[in-house]
C-alpha cells in the first residue's frame, strides 16, 4: 500500500509539474502579448491617417516639404458622414498651404512664395472657424474662416473656403499687419461669446518678441497688447502655442487664453476682459512640447509633445489623462506638431494631429472618447430603508445609464437613463427598491454603468466611444459567502477552476461567477489573469495556500 501510495503521490507531483510548467509558457507567452496593451484613457486609435499613398494617388508627389501645423473645422447644424468638414495645414516649407476641401474628398495646395496676394514667407500656424448662421441654419453664402500666421511677411492673412462652392479653392480676403507684430508665430481664434459670423471673431497673434496681440477680424484693429520677454508675471520667454476658448461653448468661452512659454518651460493662463488681460495662474510644464494647444468645446487643454503622446488638462490645470506614444504604429506619433478638433462644440469632437513628415508619415484623425472607472457603492441605512450611493470617474462629458442587478444578473432597476455627466468623480443614487417600487431583499448586487462619448466620431458621425464598468456591493447586513478562485462557483476549490479559468483566458469562454473578478482572482492580486489558476494547482496540489482574501474584498 505504502508503494501504490508513493506511485499516487509521485503521479500527481510529475501532473502538477507538468501543468505548472505549461501554464508558465503560456503565461511567458501572454506576458508578451499583454506588454503591447495600453489602458487609454481615450479609446480610439487613429482613424483616418493620410499616408504616402494617398498623397501620391491625390496629389502625384509628397503633399508637404514640412507640415507644420494644421486646423480643422466643421459646419455646425450638419453631422455624421455628409456634413461639411473642412482641413488646412501649413508648408512653411514650400511656402503655402494644403487642405482637404468640404468632407475631405479631395487633397488641395494653394499659394506660391513671395509677399503678395495668395503668398506667404514661413507660414508657421493656420486657424479654421465654421461660421454659424443665425439659429442653425445653413446658409450656403457663409464660408469658413482662415486665418495664417504669415511669419515671414510680418502679417496674419485671411482667406475664406465657401463650403456649398468648393471649386472655387480658397479665396484671399485682406491682410491684418500692425507695427507691433513682428514675425507671428502662433495665432488662435475666440468668437468673444457671440456665436455669429465675422464680427465677433478676435485674432490672438503671438509675435516672435514675446508679445501677444488681439485683433477684431472684422477691420483688423488692434484690441489688446499683453507681453514681452521675460521670466516673471506677464512676460514669455519664446512662445511655441496659444489656445483660447472655441466658438459656440460658453462654457469653455470664459475668455480664458493659453499660451505655452516654452523658454520659461510653463504654460500661463490669462483671463481677457473688455479693457485688459490679467495673469490667472500657470503650471511648470517641461519645453518637450511643440506647438500646439487646443482647447476643446468643453473648455478643457490638449497639449501634443514631441514624444508623441497628448495632454489633457481642465481649464484650472487639473489633469485628465493622456494618451499617444512615440512611433509610426496605432495610436503612435511622429515628430507631432499641432493638433485641432472640429467645429468646437461638444457634439463634434474630432481631433486631428499634424505630424512633421515627408513621404512617409502622415497626417492621423482621432475621436475623443471617454472612459469610466474606480467604480464603487458605498450602502447605509436612512430610517428604516437601505440606500446605496455608487461613485465612478468619467475621463470626459459622457451620456450616462447605470442599471442595479442581482448577483444573478437579474434586472432590479435603472438609476439613471442616457443622463448627460462631467468628467471627474460622479454620484449616482439608489433607494433600495426595485423597479415596481418594491423593496428588494438584503444581499449581493451590483451596478453596471454605461458611458457613452459625448462627442461624435469626427468620421462617422457615431458616438466616438461606449464604455462599461461594474461595481459589486452588499446592502445593509448582508454578507457574501461565495469563494474567492472559486471560478465555476461550485462552493468548493477543484481541479475545474482552473480549466474554467484557462478557458476563461485563452478560450473565449464565461467569465468567473458571480463575480467577474474576485470568484477567478485566486492570487488576491485585483485581477484575473494565468496566475490563478497556477495559484490554485499549487494550493490543490502542491501545498500552496489557500487564496488569502474573502469576497468582502470585492465590495
Not at 499583454?34 to 509628397?62: C, H, I
Not at 496676394?117 to 445653413?138: H, K, M
Not at 484690441?223 to 511655441?240: A, C, K, Q
Amino acid at each position: 500500500m505504502k508503494t501504490f501510495s508513493k506511485a499516487i503521490d509521485l503521479k500527481r507531483s510529475a501532473i502538477f509539474l507538468s501543468l505548472l510548467i505549461l501554464l508558465s509558457l503560456i503565461s511567458l507567452t501572454s506576458l508578451n502579448a499583454q506588454l503591447l496593451v495600453q489602458n487609454l484613457l481615450w479609446t480610439n486609435p487613429p482613424e483616418y491617417v493620410m499616408d504616402r499613398d494617398f498623397a501620391v494617388s491625390n496629389f502625384g508627389k509628397k503633399v508637404f516639404c514640412m507640415s507644420f501645423a494644421g486646423s480643422v473645422a466643421q459646419v455646425v447644424g450638419m453631422s455624421g458622414p455628409a456634413a461639411s468638414k473642412f482641413a488646412a495645414f501649413v508648408d512653411p516649407c514650400w511656402n503655402r498651404l494644403v487642405f482637404l476641401e468640404n468632407n475631405y474628398n479631395a487633397i488641395r495646395a494653394y499659394g506660391s512664395p513671395g509677399s503678395g496676394n495668395d503668398q506667404f514667407s514661413n507660414p508657421l500656424d493656420i486657424e479654421v472657424r465654421a461660421p454659424y448662421g443665425g439659429s442653425g441654419t445653413l446658409l450656403t453664402d457663409i464660408p469658413y474662416l482662415i486665418f495664417v500666421a504669415d511669419t515671414g511677411n510680418d502679417r496674419v492673412q485671411y482667406l475664406r473656403y465657401f463650403w456649398a462652392q468648393p471649386e472655387s479653392g480658397l479665396q484671399h480676403q485682406r491682410y491684418i499687419t500692425n507695427a507691433l507684430m513682428s514675425q507671428p508665430i502662433a495665432i488662435d481664434i475666440d468668437n468673444d461669446g457671440k456665436y455669429y459670423y465675422v464680427p465677433g471673431y478676435i485674432i490672438w497673434v503671438a509675435t516672435a518678441d514675446n508679445l501677444l496681440l488681439a485683433f477684431v477680424s472684422a477691420d483688423g484693429s488692434l484690441l489688446n497688447s499683453y507681453g514681452g520677454t521675460g521670466s516673471g508675471t506677464g512676460y514669455f520667454d519664446g512662445i511655441t502655442g496659444l489656445a483660447c476658448g472655441v466658438d459656440f461653448s460658453t462654457a469653455a468661452n470664459d475668455g480664458s487664453v493659453f499660451v505655452a512659454d516654452s523658454g520659461n518651460e510653463r504654460i500661463v493662463r490669462l483671463q481677457r476682459t473688455q479693457g485688459s488681460i490679467l495673469w490667472q495662474q500657470e503650471i511648470g510644464y517641461p519645453a518637450v512640447f511643440v506647438k500646439k494647444l487646443e482647447v476643446d468645446g468643453e473648455g478643457n487643454l490638449w497639449i501634443v509633445h514631441k514624444d508623441g503622446q497628448i495632454h489633457k488638462y481642465t481649464k484650472d490645470f487639473v489633469y485628465l489623462g493622456q494618451t499617444g506614444s512615440a512611433g509610426t504604429g496605432s495610436n503612435q506619433l511622429d515628430a507631432p506638431t499641432s493638433l485641432s478638433c472640429g467645429a468646437g462644440h461638444r457634439r463634434n469632437g474630432g481631433m486631428m494631429v499634424c505630424e512633421r513628415w515627408g513621404d512617409e508619415t502622415g497626417i492621423k484623425g482621432f475621436t475623443i472618447g471617454t472612459s469610466v472607472k474606480d467604480s464603487y457603492a458605498d450602502s447605509y441605512s436612512m430610517g428604516s430603508e437601505c440606500h446605496t450611493d455608487l461613485k465612478f470617474t468619467l475621463g470626459d462629458y459622457s451620456f450616462v445609464t447605470a442599471a442595479i442587478f442581482s448577483s444573478t444578473g437579474a434586472f432590479v432597476k435603472t438609476i439613471a437613463d442616457n443622463l448627460v455627466l462631467p468628467p471627474g468623480v460622479n454620484t449616482l443614487g439608489w433607494d433600495g427598491k426595485s423597479a415596481s417600487g418594491t423593496t428588494v431583499a438584503s444581499g449581493i448586487y451590483f451596478a453596471e454603468i454605461t458611458a457613452e462619448a459625448s462627442y461624435e466620431n469626427y468620421f462617422t458621425g457615431q458616438p466616438s466611444a461606449i464604455v462599461t464598468d461594474t461595481a459589486w456591493f452588499a446592502t445593509c447586513d448582508a454578507t457574501c459567502t461565495w469563494l474567492v478562485g472559486d471560478a465555476d462557483n461550485s462552493g468548493a476549490y477543484s481541479i475545474g477552476d482552473s480549466v474554467y479559468l484557462i478557458n476563461y483566458i485563452f478560450g473565449g469562454g464565461p467569465a468567473p461567477q458571480p463575480h467577474p473578478v474576485g470568484s477567478g482572482d485566486a492570487d488576491c492580486s485585483g485581477d484575473v489573469g494565468i496566475s490563478d489558476p497556477v495559484y490554485l494547482i499549487n494550493f490543490m496540489f502542491g501545498g500552496g495556500p489557500a487564496p488569502q482574501c474573502t469576497c468582502e474584498d470585492y465590495l
